[in-house]
T-cell receptor, first 116, second 120 residues
Framework: EAQVTQNPRYLITVTGKKLTVTCSQN?????MSWYRQDPGLGLRQIYY???????DKGDVPEGYKVSRKEKRNFPLILESPSPNQTSLYFC???????????????FGPGTRLTVL | AQTVTQSQPEMSVQEAETVTLSCTYD???????LFWYKQPPSRQMILVIR??????QNATENRFSVNFQKAAKSFSLKISDSQLGDTAMYFC?????????????????FGQGTILTVHP
Protein backbone atom coordinates (compact mmCIF):
# COMPACT_ATOMS: atom_id res chain seq x y z
CA GLU A 1 0.00 0.00 0.00
CA ALA A 2 1.31 3.41 -1.03
CA GLN A 3 1.74 5.51 2.06
CA VAL A 4 3.66 8.05 4.11
CA THR A 5 4.43 6.91 7.63
CA GLN A 6 5.47 9.00 10.60
CA ASN A 7 6.80 7.95 13.99
CA PRO A 8 6.00 8.50 16.72
CA ARG A 9 2.34 9.48 16.38
CA TYR A 10 2.32 11.06 19.84
CA LEU A 11 5.22 12.43 21.84
CA ILE A 12 5.46 14.30 25.11
CA THR A 13 8.90 15.61 25.97
CA VAL A 14 10.64 18.28 28.03
CA THR A 15 12.36 21.47 27.01
CA GLY A 16 15.85 20.94 25.62
CA LYS A 17 15.70 17.18 25.10
CA LYS A 18 16.67 16.41 21.50
CA LEU A 19 14.14 14.45 19.48
CA THR A 20 13.62 13.12 15.97
CA VAL A 21 10.35 12.53 14.16
CA THR A 22 10.79 10.08 11.33
CA CYS A 23 9.03 10.21 7.97
CA SER A 24 9.18 7.51 5.34
CA GLN A 25 7.42 7.05 2.00
CA ASN A 26 7.28 3.97 -0.21
CA UNK A 27 6.28 5.68 -3.48
CA UNK A 28 9.77 6.65 -4.71
CA UNK A 29 8.80 10.33 -4.50
CA UNK A 30 11.44 12.97 -5.08
CA UNK A 31 9.71 15.75 -3.16
CA MET A 32 9.17 15.65 0.60
CA SER A 33 8.08 18.33 3.02
CA TRP A 34 7.32 19.00 6.67
CA TYR A 35 4.43 21.15 7.92
CA ARG A 36 3.25 22.17 11.34
CA GLN A 37 -0.41 22.79 12.12
CA ASP A 38 -1.48 25.26 14.78
CA PRO A 39 -4.99 26.50 15.63
CA GLY A 40 -5.97 29.55 13.64
CA LEU A 41 -2.86 29.35 11.47
CA GLY A 42 -3.52 26.36 9.26
CA LEU A 43 -0.51 24.38 8.12
CA ARG A 44 2.84 26.08 7.59
CA GLN A 45 5.82 24.64 5.78
CA ILE A 46 8.95 24.03 7.87
CA TYR A 47 11.41 22.46 5.42
CA TYR A 48 11.25 20.71 2.10
CA UNK A 49 13.46 18.54 -0.07
CA UNK A 50 13.50 18.21 -3.84
CA UNK A 51 15.68 15.09 -3.80
CA UNK A 52 18.44 13.31 -1.91
CA UNK A 53 20.85 15.77 -0.28
CA UNK A 54 18.75 18.74 -1.48
CA UNK A 55 16.87 20.53 1.29
CA ASP A 56 15.68 24.08 1.84
CA LYS A 57 13.83 26.20 4.36
CA GLY A 58 10.11 26.79 4.30
CA ASP A 59 8.27 29.54 6.15
CA VAL A 60 9.00 28.52 9.75
CA PRO A 61 12.37 26.71 9.87
CA GLU A 62 13.74 28.15 13.13
CA GLY A 63 14.46 25.47 15.71
CA TYR A 64 14.28 22.60 13.23
CA LYS A 65 16.71 20.57 11.16
CA VAL A 66 16.17 18.00 8.45
CA SER A 67 18.25 15.61 6.43
CA ARG A 68 17.68 13.64 3.23
CA LYS A 69 20.28 10.92 3.01
CA GLU A 70 17.94 8.44 1.38
CA LYS A 71 15.13 9.08 -1.03
CA ARG A 72 12.48 7.43 1.12
CA ASN A 73 13.30 9.09 4.46
CA PHE A 74 13.06 12.69 5.61
CA PRO A 75 13.46 13.00 9.40
CA LEU A 76 12.63 16.17 11.32
CA ILE A 77 15.05 16.97 14.11
CA LEU A 78 14.44 19.26 17.07
CA GLU A 79 17.83 19.73 18.70
CA SER A 80 16.54 21.72 21.68
CA PRO A 81 12.74 21.68 21.72
CA SER A 82 10.86 24.53 23.33
CA PRO A 83 7.19 24.83 24.35
CA ASN A 84 6.40 26.96 21.27
CA GLN A 85 7.15 23.90 19.16
CA THR A 86 4.18 22.11 20.64
CA SER A 87 2.16 21.38 17.53
CA LEU A 88 0.77 18.81 15.11
CA TYR A 89 3.36 17.89 12.49
CA PHE A 90 2.75 16.48 9.03
CA CYS A 91 5.13 14.99 6.53
CA UNK A 92 4.12 14.97 2.86
CA UNK A 93 5.58 13.64 -0.38
CA UNK A 94 4.97 13.79 -4.10
CA UNK A 95 6.62 12.97 -7.37
CA UNK A 96 7.96 15.81 -9.50
CA UNK A 97 6.51 16.18 -12.97
CA UNK A 98 8.13 18.01 -15.84
CA UNK A 99 7.01 21.43 -16.98
CA UNK A 100 5.74 22.68 -13.66
CA UNK A 101 2.80 20.32 -13.57
CA UNK A 102 1.52 19.49 -10.14
CA UNK A 103 1.28 16.03 -8.68
CA UNK A 104 -0.77 15.30 -5.60
CA UNK A 105 0.98 15.47 -2.25
CA UNK A 106 0.38 12.52 0.04
CA PHE A 107 0.31 13.31 3.72
CA GLY A 108 1.39 11.19 6.65
CA PRO A 109 -0.97 10.62 9.61
CA GLY A 110 0.53 13.40 11.72
CA THR A 111 2.60 13.53 14.91
CA ARG A 112 1.21 15.28 17.96
CA LEU A 113 4.16 16.80 19.86
CA THR A 114 3.93 18.36 23.30
CA VAL A 115 6.96 20.11 24.78
CA LEU A 116 6.70 20.80 28.51
CA ALA B 1 4.55 35.73 -1.01
CA GLN B 2 1.17 34.15 -1.25
CA THR B 3 -1.53 34.37 1.38
CA VAL B 4 -4.73 32.38 1.74
CA THR B 5 -7.63 33.57 3.87
CA GLN B 6 -10.63 31.62 5.12
CA SER B 7 -12.90 34.06 6.89
CA GLN B 8 -15.36 31.51 8.31
CA PRO B 9 -13.89 29.78 11.37
CA GLU B 10 -16.99 27.60 11.75
CA MET B 11 -19.97 26.62 9.64
CA SER B 12 -22.87 24.26 10.17
CA VAL B 13 -25.41 22.68 7.86
CA GLN B 14 -28.27 20.22 8.04
CA GLU B 15 -27.84 16.83 6.50
CA ALA B 16 -28.83 16.77 2.79
CA GLU B 17 -28.54 20.55 2.43
CA THR B 18 -25.93 22.58 0.57
CA VAL B 19 -23.16 24.63 2.13
CA THR B 20 -20.51 26.90 0.67
CA LEU B 21 -17.11 27.54 2.25
CA SER B 22 -15.25 30.70 1.28
CA CYS B 23 -11.60 31.22 0.44
CA THR B 24 -9.69 34.19 -0.94
CA TYR B 25 -6.04 34.33 -1.84
CA ASP B 26 -3.43 36.81 -2.89
CA UNK B 27 -0.65 36.15 -5.36
CA UNK B 28 1.27 37.81 -8.15
CA UNK B 29 1.62 34.50 -9.99
CA UNK B 30 -0.39 33.86 -13.12
CA UNK B 31 -0.16 30.08 -13.10
CA UNK B 32 -0.91 28.14 -9.95
CA UNK B 33 -3.08 25.48 -8.35
CA LEU B 34 -5.76 25.77 -5.71
CA PHE B 35 -6.98 22.98 -3.46
CA TRP B 36 -9.48 22.08 -0.83
CA TYR B 37 -8.33 19.60 1.79
CA LYS B 38 -10.53 17.86 4.33
CA GLN B 39 -9.25 16.97 7.80
CA PRO B 40 -11.66 14.73 9.73
CA PRO B 41 -11.23 14.02 13.45
CA SER B 42 -8.69 11.33 12.52
CA ARG B 43 -6.43 14.27 11.49
CA GLN B 44 -5.64 12.69 8.12
CA MET B 45 -5.29 15.28 5.32
CA ILE B 46 -7.51 14.29 2.39
CA LEU B 47 -7.48 16.07 -0.96
CA VAL B 48 -11.07 16.94 -1.89
CA ILE B 49 -10.69 18.89 -5.12
CA ARG B 50 -8.10 20.68 -7.22
CA UNK B 51 -8.30 23.60 -9.65
CA UNK B 52 -5.69 24.68 -12.18
CA UNK B 53 -5.66 28.46 -12.58
CA UNK B 54 -5.34 28.28 -16.36
CA UNK B 55 -8.60 26.35 -16.61
CA UNK B 56 -11.73 28.48 -16.74
CA GLN B 57 -14.03 25.56 -16.06
CA ASN B 58 -14.79 25.00 -12.40
CA ALA B 59 -13.63 21.67 -11.00
CA THR B 60 -16.21 19.13 -9.81
CA GLU B 61 -15.83 15.91 -7.84
CA ASN B 62 -19.15 14.22 -7.15
CA ARG B 63 -20.92 16.32 -4.48
CA PHE B 64 -18.05 18.80 -4.29
CA SER B 65 -17.63 21.70 -6.68
CA VAL B 66 -15.77 24.97 -6.69
CA ASN B 67 -16.50 28.50 -7.82
CA PHE B 68 -13.18 29.82 -9.08
CA GLN B 69 -13.06 33.55 -9.76
CA LYS B 70 -9.50 34.28 -10.88
CA ALA B 71 -9.85 38.05 -11.21
CA ALA B 72 -11.40 38.30 -7.76
CA LYS B 73 -8.93 35.74 -6.36
CA SER B 74 -11.76 33.79 -4.85
CA PHE B 75 -12.08 30.02 -4.58
CA SER B 76 -15.16 28.75 -2.74
CA LEU B 77 -16.17 25.13 -2.12
CA LYS B 78 -19.75 23.99 -2.45
CA ILE B 79 -20.83 20.77 -0.83
CA SER B 80 -24.17 19.47 -2.06
CA ASP B 81 -26.35 16.90 -0.30
CA SER B 82 -24.25 17.21 2.86
CA GLN B 83 -23.59 14.00 4.75
CA LEU B 84 -22.62 13.37 8.36
CA GLY B 85 -19.24 12.13 7.13
CA ASP B 86 -18.52 15.58 5.71
CA THR B 87 -18.04 16.88 9.26
CA ALA B 88 -14.41 17.98 9.33
CA MET B 89 -12.00 20.89 9.17
CA TYR B 90 -11.61 22.15 5.60
CA PHE B 91 -8.50 23.90 4.39
CA CYS B 92 -8.07 25.96 1.26
CA UNK B 93 -4.54 25.84 -0.14
CA UNK B 94 -2.45 27.42 -2.90
CA UNK B 95 0.55 26.08 -4.80
CA UNK B 96 2.56 27.83 -7.51
CA UNK B 97 3.82 26.23 -10.67
CA UNK B 98 7.45 25.21 -10.69
CA UNK B 99 9.38 28.40 -11.21
CA UNK B 100 12.68 28.77 -13.01
CA UNK B 101 14.68 28.28 -9.84
CA UNK B 102 12.47 25.52 -8.55
CA UNK B 103 12.35 27.06 -5.10
CA UNK B 104 8.58 27.21 -4.85
CA UNK B 105 7.79 23.78 -6.20
CA UNK B 106 5.23 21.87 -4.25
CA UNK B 107 4.92 24.39 -1.45
CA UNK B 108 1.37 24.51 -0.18
CA UNK B 109 0.21 27.71 1.50
CA PHE B 110 -2.83 26.98 3.64
CA GLY B 111 -5.68 29.06 4.95
CA GLN B 112 -6.66 29.03 8.61
CA GLY B 113 -9.30 26.37 8.15
CA THR B 114 -13.10 26.18 8.52
CA ILE B 115 -14.71 23.70 10.87
CA LEU B 116 -17.82 22.28 9.19
CA THR B 117 -20.41 20.45 11.25
CA VAL B 118 -23.19 18.52 9.53
CA HIS B 119 -26.22 18.04 11.77
CA PRO B 120 -28.66 15.12 11.38
Amino acid sequence: EAQVTQNPRYLITVTGKKLTVTCSQNMNHEYMSWYRQDPGLGLRQIYYSMNVEVTDKGDVPEGYKVSRKEKRNFPLILESPSPNQTSLYFCASSSILAGGAYNEQFFGPGTRLTVL
Amino acid sequence: AQTVTQSQPEMSVQEAETVTLSCTYDTSENNYYLFWYKQPPSRQMILVIRQEAYKQQNATENRFSVNFQKAAKSFSLKISDSQLGDTAMYFCAFSPFLNAGGTSYGKLTFGQGTILTVHP
